[in-house]
């Protein structure tokens, strides 16, 4: 008797082996079942994205099946070109860089117009005489990559300009420094850092592209035709993941803003908070603005063809793409 306890745990042994290895093939099976999926945003870690981060802190992307890889964004690293290298599964960018990037044989979807209207800017200071846009008329322009082009070069045409194009990098230094007359901005971004640097409002002249018949809707979701075709339940639970995400993150701005500031401060990017949450708030107004099917979602026809036909005016395309095939529709009730 005194080995009976021996015997009955070397009985248990193989039991316990086998019931781990079902475990472990249990986990295996539940992991298989997650697809993982990478995106990159088009800048670098600000409130611009604070939906995407959210709904990977939240756990929104989890519960839809998804393990999601947030890349690295930022002007050296755009999104089209991540995309077509297969160095990134989704993307965002604006919709003038999605439209030139398809017509030059880039097979580009948008899965998800984010932003229904347009942000984008370009400022001079009223002490170096400029104050209507034909005096930019020679003037030396800092501009972003070509992704962020289209509607600037459509403003050029518009009014018979010009210009000396300097690129234009992540800051506005620049610009602050006298190296260039005129730069481009995003009202959400760089117009309120120009006033955080010191200048007021009454110091600047703004053209909002928007005022001068450019007002294209900027960030949406992208990713090639290939990967919709062949993975389209991947594109709805990254689309759906994404708006709940932006969702909740503008009904709770304050939390939104604390996991903003994990990515920021991860990054060592220079901003703080009261900038990350001007952006935040300005963004509200671009996301939740009216669309096709109400706020965040839809690409408007009209919005599109308005967009390609500058694009081809301004000789930047020669032929509009198909609206049909340019635009996928992720964007339908969530099923749980």
């Given amino acids: 008797m005194e080995h009976g306890p021996l015997q009955y745990s070397a009985l248990r042994r193989p039991f316990r082996l086998i019931f781990i290895w079902f475990l472990l093939c249990f986990a295996a099976v539940g992991t298989a079942e997650s697809a993982t999926v990478s995106f990159i945003p088009q800048w670098q870690p600000q409130a611009q994205f604070a939906g995407f981060y959210v709904a990977y802190e939240k756990g929104f992307y989890r519960e839809r099946g998804l393990d999601v890889r947030i890349l690295r964004g930022g002007p050296e690293w755009p999104p089209s ?21 398809r017509a030059r044989g880039v097979k580009l979807v948008n899965v998800c117009q984010l932003a229904q209207h347009s942000a984008l800017m370009l400022i001079a200071k009223k002490s170096s005489g400029i104050i209507e846009p034909q005096d930019i008329n020679g003037k030396k322009v800092g501009l972003w990559g070509e992704d962020f082009q289209g509607q600037v070069h459509a403003f050029f045409r518009k009014y018979g300009l010009k210009v000396q194009t300097v690129p234009q990098g992540a800051t506005l230094n620049l610009f602050l420094r006298g190296g260039v007359d005129v730069a481009s901005a995003m009202w959400y971004n760089e117009y309120h850092l120009l006033l955080n640097a010191g200048l007021n409002p009454e110091d600047l002249t703004a053209f909002f592209l928007a005022a001068h018949g450019l007002n294209v809707p900027e960030d949406g979701i992208y990713c090639l035709e290939r990967t919709f075709k062949e993975k389209p339940q991947e594109c709805r639970q990254f689309v759906q993941g994404s708006i709940a995400g932006w969702e909740y993150a503008l009904a709770h701005p304050e939390e939104a803003l604390d996991i903003v500031m994990k990515y920021v401060d991860a990054a060592h990017v220079p901003t703080n908070r009261v900038h990350q949450q001007w952006m935040l708030e300005r963004l509200r107004t671009m996301v939740m603005a009216a669309g096709p099917r109400g706020p965040i979602g839809g690409l408007d026809p009209d919005d599109y063809y308005r967009a390609a036909k500058s694009l081809k005016d301004d000789g930047t395309i020669r032929e509009i793409p198909d609206f049909s095939k340019f635009y996928c529709d992720c964007d339908t009730p969530d099923e749980k």
Wanted: charged letters at 20%; zero cysteines; proline letters at 0%.
């Fill in 81 to 101: 070109e991540m995309l077509a290298q297969g160095r990134a599964d989704f993307g965002t960018m604006q919709l003038t860089a999605g439209i030139v990037r």
